[in-house]
């Protein structure tokens, strides 16, 4: 036993400094009445702040937001476009596959601001927005189709991760089963429904959780594209309501301790749903020592 | 080896020598003081750039002085947005690594006061002859606990402004549109009155729907304008806290609702971008419109400079005060006036408050005026030349400033206009009507502001 504490004492305080203490950090603070007036001298207020966002009013529409926002994005791009794109770039020559994949790399490359901007120089009325041209609709799509934006220009992001973890899945995907399938009289799509998709199970898992996770918390697009609005909470998720109500007032009216209960209720929302994937998705089984060994 | 020793005694023996020699004049120190302020319109940027010409001034008295110090004035002028311009002060103001002198709303030093973080400035402000140029009314806008709390900075009024070329379109005469300030003045030109003029715009396709009237795009001191325009009040005088009227919040409300409902009104209005604001207004596409004085020089020096700038405003718009809700009412208009604030931890704060003084006359105020479209601060005189530009349209607009208000001073009044604007949002965008909206921010003032708030 003593000799596994050096292996595992790095991690453990890696962990424990960056993942471990911030939470607690923030569990304290959502604690206090820390606010711009109270910044000195914040002052212990124990459940007060939850208390104050069970009765907020707004906080219904938020969660609903948020889950809308995770579902979809995770659905339609972060998992589902991204198993599309994998199993389309490995269908074809390695050679365009390979380059493919390096050009949707490019929006992960570029600066979040700067990404941003594209979009909203995109999404402008005429006669400066493309979308708008292309259409002959002048309109300022940003607002017409609020969702529609931030979760495409999250999505398409987001799907450049799943793509490169399950391209290196199906990569290692023995040779031999293909073969065995095409042997037997297997069609494409039966042998991605009967041999690829049973082997990215694990990935599949990895993928879904971690960007769930990630979905959860993001809210930089939102911030930059919408706000969180147009009009009344359109587009305000979680993660950015915690945010505006933490740093981002207009009046520097900032409410550190209530911005840090719903950043607590985040990291508990999440915990669960890390769970809850765990046992869906079998993890036990999944990472269990394999009955045959091949060598 | 021997040689390089008896060079570096040289040396220093000569650099001593020169040190001491009868006659020799020691430099002057220079004294670091920073100054953080910011617009965020590009055209206010004199917030800065004046003290750096006080500054000047201010060397030269030094000199005649044969004070053993100069001062250098360093600092940044933001144009970001005010979020991340107060999220950096506040951040400063807690690790006192911050600016000297911070320039921000003056409705903020209640709060800032409250948390400890500026200098009181009643030492000083009795000491310098400049202060006592600045409008009286002004000092009450920096005042907390009996303590004053910064130096006045600027002044604005916000009128409702209007489009000429539209109304004509509509069937106008100039006459009638050349008297429309007046009678909004006397009260005969109301709320409703400028509904059924949009709304007929809209109708006879002058206008697009949607753009009868705009109002800004976010929360801001204008909503407390507009709900003291229906009748309300923020604050009680006798108790110092703030107060919400059901009653005013719903008429205001209500007008919202139905400037969305027939037409005149964007029911995402509240879309938070405040380049969609300007440009559609600049295109000559909006027919009435709430702004500030100093958003007159932003069009001119942004968005028209291929048209004309100010030449095309003034052939295109006019401006008056905002209507009252009933004929024979009194229009208002709103002041939020800038103010610069000396921070508490600040080991230069004499100093820094002689800087504020040297920036504070009209000379100086005036390279601000003409950029920024603002009225003065100041009971002198602003020496404006014909050739100003925005001087007509200053001394236009200034009489706005017997209407004005300003907003409570009250250190948690942030929460009041957040949770007031909650409301505005939610009845624009069509999520909840006037009168459920008016029940949520009643509950949520009551949660968020305790024994602070009346409601009534």
Known sequence: MRGVVPFVLPATLLIAVFFLAPAVLTVYLSMTDLSVVTFRNPGWSGLENYRDLLQDAFLG????????????????????????????TSLVPHRWGDLFRALWLLPRMTPVVAYAFIWQGLMREAPFGLLSNITGISQHWINAAPWATVIAANGMIGASFGMLIFTSAIRSIPNELFYASAVDGASTWQSIRRVVLPMLRWPILFVTAYQTLSLLTSFEYILLLTGGGPGFYKTTVWSLYAYLLAFGSYFGNVQFGLGAAMAAVLVVIGTVMAVIYLRVFNFRALVAKPKIEVV | MRARGLACLLIAVLVLGFQLAPGHAQAPRTITLTAWTVGPDEPSRPRFTNLLLAADRLNADLAREGAAFRIRVEGSFD????DAYLRRVLLAFESKKGPDIVQASAVLSVTWAAAGFLAPMDEFVPKHKQFADVVPSLWQSVRYQGKTWGVPQDVEARPLYFNKTLLKRLGWDDGTIATLPDRIRRGEFTWDDMLAVAQEAVTKKIVEPGKGYYLRPRVGPDFNMWYRAFGGRDSDPDTGKLVFNRDAALRYYTWLRRAVDVGVLEKDRM???????????????VLFFSGGSWNWAEWASQYLTAKGGERWLFENFD???????RRGGKPITLSNPQAYMIAA?????????????????????????????????LRSPIPFKDTDPYGAFVQDVSYMLVFTSFQPPHPELPKWQESFFRGVSAVISGELTPDRAVAVVAAELQRLLKDQVIIE
Not at chain 2, 272 to 283: E, V
């Open chain 2, 79 to 82: 144009t970001t947005t005010w």
């Open chain 2, 319 to 325: 401006y008056a005060l905002q209507p009252p809700t």
């Open chain 1, 61 to 88: 529409r938020i969660f609903v937001n948020t889950i809308f926002y995770v579902v979809l994005t995770l659905v339609l791009f972060n998992v589902g476009m991204a198993l599309v794109v994998a199993i389309l």
């Open chain 2, 271 to 285: 879309d938070g971008s405040w380049p969609r604001f300007h440009q559609t207004i600049t295109d000559g596409k």
């Open chain 2, 345 to 377: 931890y600040s080991p230069n704060k004499e100093l820094a408050a002689r800087l504020i003084a040297y920036a504070s006359v009209p000379d100086i105020y005036l390279r601000h005026a003409v950029a920024s479209a603002r009225p003065s601060i």
